[in-house]
């Protein structure tokens, strides 16, 4: 994969079923490297697979597709440059979509009423006067803020306090596909000074369900509660007890029982949530203590489906396990829970309608696919990964289990380049620390193999998918337990004789750059390094992060001098490795000041060291910062890398450039080559 085949990634999201079940809709999402935007379509896919997907829109950008209950209409979001996503509804019998909504800071996720002549979501509102509400009055032009709390600002969003995000109802005409006719205003039924998100609707549609931090404490810990309200506003009431961080709930089709995503217990404090798997809970509507129905130490839900998807037949989640995510259905009478979807695949969405099962599920060649599963039976449904497939540039990831020093297994990949080696050797260890590598297509992973390198991928202690005694093994201090892993990975995969085990890079980001600072203040084993969006120092991201302010004290401890022990920069004095530090300047999870002075330490020693600063970019970059912007990010990375680890398909200065193999080849002729340096 080269850096421009990033225009070739298709990118499904979650899909959506009709009633009647004979047909899907899903977004699907691409980097348009000429506008320098995202261009999102909906595609029409037939679940019995008689016919092949096809565009449905022709919008900018359009997402979150969700069939109304009647089957008759579509609503969407569709974000027209340079807007913000807005409803829209399309007739399902032809038509042109309509717009619904004009929220100054756009829309969120449509959800229809059992009777579909409504339709909640949330939305933020802005304070008046702020974010562009009045003309002429720029960000430089507002008032300045008195901030009194903790939970301020968040990344990729910015500060919170001035534009809450609210539960509204909109009210449908009979005549809607009447453009004449105009629309009602939509009914903000939620006002208070805290956000709520995830809104569903009870099946008799007699009142919402919703998550918020409405609790005293709700400044200073986790915890997020379930509540209901009616759909004018009236009757708010709690449904959970306050120790739990819940998410995404759903009603059973009685209306009886409400099915939550949650860290069931936080603990006294409401903040212990380290190497804490989110698992599915069940919790009477009526209110009550929540019964997790998957063992919250063995179970991490890792789809992303914004809600729960709740079947007769029973709930459908996605969990974590060594590097997949499965697809689950665990029955509503307490029935032996049922795999759909297991093996080395990623599930991200689902959705279900008419006995029938879709799901988006990606593996290490294709960022995802629509499945449709009925029983005794899975039918592949689209081919969205097509055009980057037949590049020929894509490559197999090879599973591998090491063992680190005190016997514990370190579970990963090892994906080689074509042709024989030894081939030069990058580390790449990923973020969180709660998160997984794993069976999905990784454009890092493709772009640097395409270029000539091994690149080895693990998931060390603290990650998930493994259990919870695995993901909190490195509760109480980071470059233990994890850089034990990390390295027995990475000594046991350089036995393989095509990987030179001279000739290795290490990179990392958020997590992993702090993993990949620390290794190379203690060892001179990398020939070079990348660190990005990187935690560097534990004791400025308290004050500095938008999670700062626990996420260290759960993690490494509350005691400075611990703290500052663990630090990266605390050991940069001996570092000696070539470094490229990658940080974006609108980066709150690990603010820029994390990645800039690891470059200062690292320049005024004379080590050789760059620093690539991207502007208006978050914490998500890598994965969904603008395509120009992701672009550039791979050309520098493998300037850097030819530099310091030259390849054939990836030279330094100095060396001759291979042309590309031609998969027909003439007989060769053989010629002398100067290669300099």
Request: aromatic fraction near 6%; charge should be negative; glycine fraction near 12%.
């Amino acid at each position: 994969m080269r850096p421009t085949d990033l225009a070739l990634l298709r990118t499904p999201g979650v899909p959506t079923v009709s009633p009647d079940g004979r047909m899907a809709v899903v977004a699907v999402a691409r980097p348009d490297l000429e506008a320098d935007t995202y261009a999102g379509q909906l595609w029409a896919v037939p679940t019995d697979g008689s016919a092949p997907a096809r565009p449905l829109t022709s919008g900018a950008r359009d997402s979150a597709p969700a069939f109304s209950p009647d089957g008759r209409w579509l609503a969407f979001l569709r974000a027209e440059e340079p807007g913000r996503p807005q409803l829209h509804v399309l007739p399902t019998s032809g038509g042109a979509p309509r717009r619904l909504t004009a929220h100054h800071l756009g829309a969120g996720v449509p959800v229809w009423s059992p009777d579909s002549r409504r339709l909640a979501y949330t939305a933020r509102v802005p304070e008046h006067g702020r974010y562009g509400t009045v003309e002429g009055v720029g960000p430089e032009a507002e008032p300045p803020r008195l901030i009194t709390t903790l939970k301020y600002r968040l990344d990729d969003v910015g500060f919170v306090g001035d534009q809450r995000s609210q539960v509204f109802v909109l009210d449908l005409p009979e005549d809607l596909e009447d453009d004449g006719v105009p629309l009602p205003e939509p009914l903000q039924v939620t006002s208070a000074d805290a956000d709520a998100a995830e809104v569903v609707w009870h099946p008799e549609g007699t009142e919402l369900a919703f998550v918020s931090a409405r609790h005293p404490r709700a400044d200073r810990d986790l915890v997020q509660d379930v509540f209901a309200i009616s759909p004018d506003g009236t009757g708010l009431r709690q449904i959970t007890g306050s120790r739990a961080q819940c998410s995404r709930p759903a009603y059973d089709p009685g209306g009886r029982y409400l099915y939550v995503t949650a860290v069931p217990d936080l603990g006294p404090d409401g903040l212990d949530f380290a190497g804490r798997g989110r698992t599915l809970c069940r919790v009477p509507a009526a209110g009550g203590e929540l019964e997790p129905l998957l063992g919250p130490r063995e179970t991490h839900r890792g789809d992303e489906n914004p809600g729960t998807v709740v079947t007769p037949e029973g709930v459908l989640v996605g969990v974590q396990r060594r590097g997949a995510v499965e697809l689950l259905r665990v029955p509503l009478d307490g029935g032996a829970t049922e795999a759909l979807v297991d093996g080395p695949f990623t599930v991200r969405g689902v959705a279900a309608g008419g006995g029938v099962v879709v799901a988006t599920v990606a593996h290490d060649r294709s960022a995802g696919e629509l499945i449709a599963i009925t029983p005794g039976r899975r039918r592949l449904l689209t081919a969205f990964g097509r055009r980057l497939g037949a590049t020929g540039r894509l490559h197999r990831v090879r599973e591998r289990t090491a063992q680190a020093p005190d016997g514990t297994p370190v579970h990963g990949w090892v994906t080689l380049p074509a042709g024989p080696g030894p081939h030069p050797v990058l580390l790449i260890v990923h973020g969180g620390p709660f998160t997984q590598h794993g069976w999905s297509l990784l454009d890092e992973v493709q772009v640097h193999v395409s270029a000539g390198y091994a690149v080895l991928q693990c998931n060390p202690r603290g990650s998930s998918g493994y259990g919870e005694a695995h993901g909190r093994a490195v509760r109480g201090g980071w470059g233990g337990v994890d850089a034990d892993d990390v390295l027995a990975f990475l000594e046991a995969a350089l036995e393989d004789p095509a990987l030179d085990a001279d000739r290795v890079g290490i990179m990392g980001g958020s997590y992993g750059g702090f993993l990949t600072a620390l290794l190379i203040g203690r060892t001179t084993r990398f020939a070079a390094a990348v660190a990005e969006r990187a935690f560097t120092d534990p004791v400025s991201f308290v004050g500095s992060s938008d999670i700062g302010w626990y996420f260290a004290d759960q993690y490494l401890g509350e005691d400075l001098g611990r703290l500052a022990a663990q630090s990266p920069l605390a050991e940069a004095a001996t570092i000696t490795t070539p470094t490229l530090v990658i940080h974006s300047e609108q980066d709150r999870r690990c603010p820029v000041e994390q990645g800039a002075r690891l470059y200062v330490e690292l320049k005024r020693r004379g080590v050789p060291s760059e620093l690539l600063l991207f502007p208006g970019e978050g914490h998500e970059l890598s994965r969904s910062g603008r395509p120009r912007h992701r672009l550039a990010r791979f050309e520098h990375l493998l300037r850097w890398w030819a530099r310091w680890l030259p390849t054939p398909q990836n030279p330094g200065p100095g060396m001759a450039e291979l042309p590309e193999a031609d998969p027909h080849p003439e007989p060769l002729t053989v010629r002398a080559v100067r290669l300099e340096g």
